[in-house]
């Protein structure tokens, strides 16, 4: 009968320590908050590696060869035979000539009507796709060639240009990478500094707790379930509008019909890795409180 009230008193004194049922303070919220942030940078940087990937994919053995040539009789005769020898090649895949009109167009708006006029001469231009592997060896041997047609023929890949946007890209993505990490960092913090002032406000119950037998890894148990369910609350809660953002974002890039915008998305792989996040901060807010409470009840020894 003894024993049977005293484990009444102790999961009284259990219940008084750490009460369920309700939301306890601002942990919740705070985790909450960092895990919204967390969500959102590693989405970022999910979303800026498939775009890398995707531009890489996209412009890997593709060129243009620019025909150099003040003289439109000239330039159109150098432009057929560039365009024999590339379709030649085997190295080839496709070689087309860029539409002059459609040329024109893109240049308006930075040359105005003297992309049109004719008095400005334009340089001809072909599209040029090149077989898989070793694109960088094919055009070195292309500028060769071409060279040895004439040395007013040209040859770019397309990737040169790009080389810069796809670096900002990628420092954009280790920089979410870092911020993720310093999130899980903050929300450590958080835990501990939580754990650590509900173990200094119980000191009384925990004293209790040891009379009845309770040992310091059953005392260190019950903050660590009841931080987690915290935690819990907090992560599902951020996650959920962090996944809202991230879809209304979404919709606006598809909205603005560009290819390089359009690439900035998130693939099944992707959106399991961010379902994880709560999991590992709920996981990280329980092992963080176990240690923090397991090691101020071994100083109060």
């Not at 003040?70 to 024999?84: N, S, V």
């Not at 006029?117 to 334009?122: K, R, T």
């Not at 650590?196 to 040992?215: N, Q």
Request: proline residues 4%.
């Amino acid at each position: 009968m003894t024993g049977r009230a005293g484990r009444r008193t102790a999961a009284a004194a259990r219940y008084r320590l750490l009460p369920e049922g309700r939301v306890a303070g601002p942990m919740p919220w705070i985790i909450g908050i960092m895990m919204f942030l967390t969500v959102l940078s590693a989405a970022a940087a999910l979303a800026m590696g498939a775009a890398v990937r995707s531009m890489s994919a996209d412009l890997a053995g593709r060129a243009s060869v620019q025909v150099v040539e003040a003289d439109a009789q000239a330039r159109t005769r150098l432009a057929t035979a560039a365009l024999g020898l590339l379709r030649s090649n085997r190295h080839v895949r496709s070689a087309d000539p860029v539409d002059p009109a459609t040329l024109a167009d893109q240049l308006r708006p930075w040359l105005g009507d003297a992309a049109t006029s004719g008095d400005l001469p334009v340089p001809a231009l072909i599209d040029l796709t090149l077989t898989p592997e070793d694109a960088e060896g094919k055009i070195a041997d292309l500028r060769r060639r071409l060279g040895g047609l004439s040395p007013k023929l040209r040859i770019e890949p397309h990737a040169a240009f790009l080389a810069p946007l796809a670096g900002l890209l990628s420092a954009l993505g280790w920089l979410a990478v870092g911020v993720v990490a310093l999130m899980a960092l903050a929300t450590g913090a958080v835990v501990v500094l939580a754990a650590r002032g509900a173990h200094d406000s119980h000191r009384g119950t925990i004293d209790v707790l040891h009379l009845m037998g309770s040992t310091d890894v059953q005392i260190a148990r019950l903050f660590q379930r009841r931080i987690g369910l915290d935690a819990l609350f907090g992560s599902a809660l951020g996650f959920a509008f962090a996944v809202l953002v991230i879809i209304l974002i979404g919709l606006r890039l598809s909205a603005a019909g560009s290819d390089l915008l359009g690439a900035v998305e998130i693939d099944t792989r992707g959106w399991a890795l961010l379902a994880l996040l709560p999991l590992l901060g709920v996981c990280l807010a329980m092992l963080t409180a176990r240690w923090t409470v397991l090691r101020a009840l071994g100083r109060a020894l």
